[in-house]
């Protein structure tokens, strides 16, 4: 049973800000949200409220809030109404249900994560990278072209399309426009308005699925768009394939960028890391990466979940609590909107030494910091929701930067310097510009 919104009145004892009118306190929070949050924290105490586009939400601050809201041990907070911003435009997506239903859908999906399936899928990244990489070099910016690399890739790992034929081009505008319309201010479709722009590219790409997969049934490929299909054989409709498949393309592409973009920013700054990682590389040997040596590229995972905590690129995660419930002497009324954030957990010096350092060797076995909390270190969530795309991110990761520092030495530019945006997804606001120095491979 859904519980229908908590009014203000259900709240009113819990403290907190209403900020301006509709807006409520949006604008400081897409500024610095975790400066607001320690401003928040201090003033009003480990659980407050705050106003955002027009909805209440009740901020519980810690790692023990984040584990016990998404570890969910009594089954009462809804991942579908906390991701309402999402409803319109990835409707039947994984992240959008709930329970039972969620349950199911979670392990038939789980097959087309398989290592066999993640074999192929590593097959198509190489190719993909190897073709796309070589138009790069020199001064560029980075955000825009690893987007523009990973939308690609994802049309062909994805969706099993040629990297850059038309109907991928036309798909990767359309999924742009939903992507952009779910974080659209303005939530109406006005013609002319961003929102309206993404459900039309909704309709279009969620059409355009359903007419490829009977394609998908009969000549099966080594995409995951396939895989999926194979895997859901025992009874999902058509709309569900559909949901699924743009839901998980959105949810993939984002994030992969983002972290990246982190990534590399970090090896451009840190090139004593670049150059472990290059040597880590030339160890394994070959020029792109083989399935069965990725878990050797052991540096590389360290510096990419240091970037992950050091700026997560989904900081927070809403809920709504289906049934009241107390946390730290506070009582919460059933249908308050909940948001935890493990973007703050992991630059809390509660739980990290320095956290303001991008230091990888936090992860090394030896210093562990990452074990001082069971959700110390969350980019990926945790509970029945954790990311179910995280080896598939990872492997992601492994196969770029494989290629990317065989061929190229990363440089920062002088005078220019990332200023991040954290919310809703970090990234650079001057796409970070850097320098490629082709190494000759
Ligand atoms: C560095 C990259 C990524 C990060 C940081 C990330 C982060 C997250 C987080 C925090 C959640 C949980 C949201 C919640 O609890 O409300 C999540 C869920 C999800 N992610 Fe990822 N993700 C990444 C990459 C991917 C990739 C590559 C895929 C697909 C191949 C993917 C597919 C999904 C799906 C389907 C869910 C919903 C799972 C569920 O509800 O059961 N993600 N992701």
Redesign the pocket.
Known sequence: MVATPAPLSALAHIPGRRGLPYVGVALEFIRDPYAMGRRHTERFGPVFRQYLLGHWTVSLTGADAVEYV?GDPDGMFS?YE??RLLHELFPG?????DGAD?RA??RV?QAA?RASAMRDYLDGMNGGIATLLDGWGGEMRFYPAIKDLTLKLGAAV?MGLPLEGEEAQRLNRAFQAEVAASLALIRAPVPGLAYKRGLDARAYLTGRFAEMIPERRARPGPD?FSQLVAATEDGWSEQDIVD?LN???M???D??T???TTMVWALANQPEWQEAIREEIAGIGGTTLDYDDAARMELTERV?KEA?RFM???AF???QAERAFTWAGMEIPAGAHVGVS?GAVMISEEYWSHPDRFDPDRFSPERAEDRSHRFAW?????????????H???L??RAFTFQFLRRFRVEAVAGTDADWARVPIAKPKNGLPLRLVPLGH
Do not use: D, E, Y
Request: proline share 9%; charged share 5%.
């Open positions: 998404l991942s906390g991701w997506g994984l992240m959008l249900r969620h859908h979670r999906m994560f994805f995951f699924h839901f998980l393309m949810a993939a592409h994030t992969t983002s972290a990246l990419f992950l997560p690129p989904l995660i809403p809920r493990p969350c980019p990926f969530g945790g509970g029945a929701h954790k990311c179910i795309g995280m598939f991110a990872l992601q990761v």
